[in-house]
């Protein structure tokens, strides 16, 4: 069975540009949630998305943003790029929003702002 | 505010040296705790979900286990190829409190066991 696939794999942009990251879930996951991991840190909350709706939102700035497909696959898009949000992007994908769901993530997006 | 903390930040063990993990937490409304295993450059490998106080769970030279305030990862005779960053998670409810998406990891403790 596939995992969730992430893509690019890597990927460097200049200060100021804009980038999209694209996410596929396990097939029958409704849930996609978005992870920034900067080196030596554990990831960061970014958003979660389940039917195509936003059910949770971190401390992030505007400049981010995402939306989930019908097919329940995703897009994480971060505008006016800052060298700071240079860090790995990980998705995760997850049945539902329950209390009992397990979160099953990504090889994630190395992102490099110069 | 809700803290999740893994000691130690690094570890070194010898093949076949066992040691534990920690990872404690400062919640409310715990929901879920979950460990991780990543290597360089990957994503996070799901290894076990712990849902209330006292349970337990084994995977190969692997043991996890949980109290109201903190979790263990219990390494057994570890080889080699255990040598990776394992990470704690913190599941919470998002708010509005209807659904339960949002993980909040520790930092991670690093791992490497020598042959």
């Known amino acids: 069975d596939a995992g969730v696939t992430q893509s690019p794999t890597h990927l460097i942009k200049t200060r100021g540009q804009h980038v999209t990251l694209r996410c596929s879930p396990i097939s029958g996951h409704k849930s996609v949630s978005w992870y920034q991991q900067v080196l030596g840190q554990g990831p960061q909350f970014i958003f979660q998305?389940?039917?195509?709706?936003?059910?949770g939102r971190g401390n992030f700035p505007d400049r981010f943003s995402a939306r989930q497909f019908p097919n329940y696959s995703s897009e994480l898009n971060v505008n006016a790029l800052l060298l700071g949000d240079s860090a790995l992007y990980l998705c995760?994908?997850?049945f539902g929003t329950g209390t009992y769901t397990e979160a099953f993530f990504g090889q994630g997006t190395r992102l490099t702002v110069v | 505010e809700d803290q999740v903390t893994q000691s130690p930040e690094a570890l070194r063990l010898q093949e076949g040296e066992s040691s534990s993990l920690n990872c404690s937490y400062t919640?409310?409304?715990?929901?879920?705790l979950f460990w991780y295993r990543q290597d360089p450059g990957k994503g996070p490998e799901f290894l076990f979900t712990?849902?209330?106080a006292g349970e337990e769970k084994e995977k190969e030279r692997l043991k996890a286990t949980l109290t109201k305030k903190e979790s263990f990862l219990h390494i057994t005779a570890p080889k080699p190829e255990d040598s990776a960053t394992y990470l704690c998670?913190?599941?919470?409810?998002?708010?509005?409190?209807?659904?339960?998406?949002?993980?909040?990891f520790g930092q991670g403790t690093i791992l490497t066991v020598h042959p």
């Open positions: 919640v409310s409304g715990l929901r879920g």
């Open positions: 712990l849902y209330s």
């Open positions: 998305y389940y039917e195509k709706e936003e059910r």
């Open positions: 998670a913190v599941q919470f409810p998002n708010a509005g409190g209807t659904s339960y998406g949002k993980l909040t």
């Open positions: 995760a994908s997850s």
